[in-house]
């Protein structure tokens, strides 16, 4: 650590004040003492701790109410609960509430000044990224996230206020609604922005290798394992690991992963001894976890350990007045790309979009201003305002049965290739043997949808 860090302390006991500043004073901290929550919030208003350690119950504001105001002053800042009667309920509770961290006592100082050097480092880092947040977003092109209605703008300040914990997040959207990026966002304003995410869909790999996939494995742990691999729960140590699409987690790699969080330790497929990890997990999925839970399809104790932070991120749909502004936003990414002016959208064009159902979302915007660069709007447009006749109206009498039928057939496809797509992240071959069509024919078909492997990587 550079420097004596300056943390907060709240106690409404004297002996227990005295203790904390000797033992936190050995440890490298410089402490701030504060008897009551209302002296915890006139110490915060002339200094500038990096952290603040707090006991849950006192007299006045307890701990979490202490906790909210706090934040409301200073977003984010590293707030560290102390209780002697801990519950996991109340731990939860506090997690959920923004807390980095929660510990019984009698404090082990040891613990705390660790847990304090992680937060101080990461407030550290989170206020460097601040200042650089302007520049990093402008040079990050297709890494920005987009959006200023009301919805996102409660997405965004989640982002900025659980990014510097380090809670477990659970994301959830429809496919394209900007889970990935979310992720990617929240390990980039995280003091572990330094080291790599590291991205795991749990669909695209198979079950009997998804165990070593995520705790590596000895050379010889089994037929093929010709080296030693490691997984990639060490890979991410220090960083973030997200897990996609965790809803279709095997139930017993569910179990694994159960236990790996809690106890914070992997063994390597074949290996006698285990290893400690200090991974931040974030997960996604457009899967009903609480249906599959009830259905016995998803242990509800991982259910309950991923589900700390719900962050869920609204369809495109339901948050129309964020289209210009992505619209802008791609549409000058894709003609600096491809050296193209960017095309201007006829006047009652917006209306047309804005009233479109965007069943792939953002992803599908996306995919239709690259489109209109290359090829200019009138396609782009025309296709829109089939899809919106379409859901007016899916049996369309205007047409004759043999072409209506037709059309309602391109629909099934096009819905029928793009799950498979997706579940097979982009992989044509295991599409089409799932589909049993030939890979030609399914090539011709994705074409004639405007379908794209790379979108589903
Ligand atoms: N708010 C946004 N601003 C800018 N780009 C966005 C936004 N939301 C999504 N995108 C873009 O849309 C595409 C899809 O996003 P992403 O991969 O994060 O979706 P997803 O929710 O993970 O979808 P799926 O469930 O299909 O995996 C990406 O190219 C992403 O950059
Ligand atoms: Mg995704």
């Given at each position: 650590m550079t420097g004596d860090a300056l943390v907060l302390l709240v106690d409404d006991d004297p002996g227990a004040r005295?203790?904390?500043?000797?033992?936190?004073?050995?440890?490298?901290?410089?402490?701030?003492?504060?008897?009551?929550?209302?002296?915890?919030?006139?110490?915060?208003?002339?200094?500038?701790?990096?952290?603040?350690?707090?006991?849950?119950?006192?007299?006045?504001?307890?701990?979490?109410?202490?906790?909210?105001?706090v934040h409301a002053a200073r977003p984010g800042l590293p707030f560290v609960l102390v209780t002697a009667h801990a519950t996991v309920e109340t731990a939860v509770e506090a997690m959920r509430r923004g807390a980095v961290h929660y510990l019984t006592k009698p404090i082990r100082f040891d613990e705390l000044a660790l847990v304090l050097r992680h937060a101080v480092e990461g407030e550290r880092a989170r206020r460097d990224v601040v200042l650089l947040r302007g520049e990093l977003e402008r040079a990050a092109g297709f890494e920005e996230l987009v959006g200023s209605s009301p919805a996102m703008r409660q997405v965004f300040t989640m982002v900025d206020q659980v990014a510097p914990t380090d809670a477990t997040v659970l994301l959830r959207g429809e496919t394209g609604t900007g889970k990935e990026l979310v992720a990617r966002?929240?390990?980039?304003?995280?003091?572990?922005?330094?080291?790599?995410?590291v991205a795991v869909n749990c669909t695209a790999v198979p079950r009997e290798l998804m165990e070593s996939e995520f705790f590596g494995h000895e050379k010889g742990a089994f037929t093929g394992a010709v080296a030693r691999r490691v997984g990639r729960f060490e890979q991410a140590h220090g960083s973030t690991l997200f897990l996609d699409e965790v809803g279709d987690l095997d139930p017993a790699v569910q179990a694994k992963l159960l236990r790996v969080l809690q106890e914070q330790e992997i063994t390597r497929v074949g290996a006698r001894d285990a290893v400690r990890v200090d991974v931040r997990i974030v997960t996604a999925t457009n899967r009903d976890l609480e249906a599959a839970v009830k259905e016995g399809r998803f242990r509800d104790d991982l259910y309950y350990r991923l589900n700390v932070i719900p962050?869920?991120?609204?369809?495109?749909?339901?948050?129309?007045?964020?289209?210009?502004?992505?619209?802008?936003?791609?549409?000058?990414?894709?003609s600096e790309r491809y050296g193209r002016p960017v095309p201007a959208l006829p006047p009652e064009g917006l209306a047309a979009l804005q009233g479109y159902a965007w069943p792939g979302n953002v992803r599908e915007l996306r995919n239709l201003c690259e489109r209109a660069v290359l090829m200019g709007w009138a396609g782009v447009l025309s296709m829109v305002g089939a899809a919106r006749?379409?859901?007016?109206?899916?049996?369309?009498?205007?047409?004759?049965?043999?072409?209506?039928r037709q059309r309602l057939v391109e629909r099934f496809e096009r819905e029928y290739l793009t799950r498979l797509l997706r579940q097979q992240r982009g992989r044509v071959g295991e599409v089409a043997r799932a589909a049993g069509i030939a890979e030609r024919n399914l090539y011709e078909k994705m074409?004639?949808?405007?379908l794209s492997r790379d979108d589903y990587r």
């Open positions: 005295k203790v904390a500043r000797g033992n936190l004073g050995l440890e490298g901290f410089e402490v701030l003492l504060a008897s009551s929550g209302a002296e915890a919030l006139a110490r915060l208003s002339e200094s500038d701790p990096l952290a603040v350690v707090s006991d849950l119950r006192m007299p006045d504001l307890d701990g979490i109410e202490l906790m909210a105001a966002a929240i390990h980039r304003r995280s003091g572990r922005h330094a080291r790599p995410f962050l869920q991120l609204p369809p495109l749909r339901e948050r129309p007045q964020d289209l210009p502004a992505l619209l802008q936003h791609f549409l000058g990414s894709f006749t379409e859901e007016v109206a899916f049996v369309d009498t205007a047409l004759p049965l043999l072409e209506a074409k004639a949808y405007g």
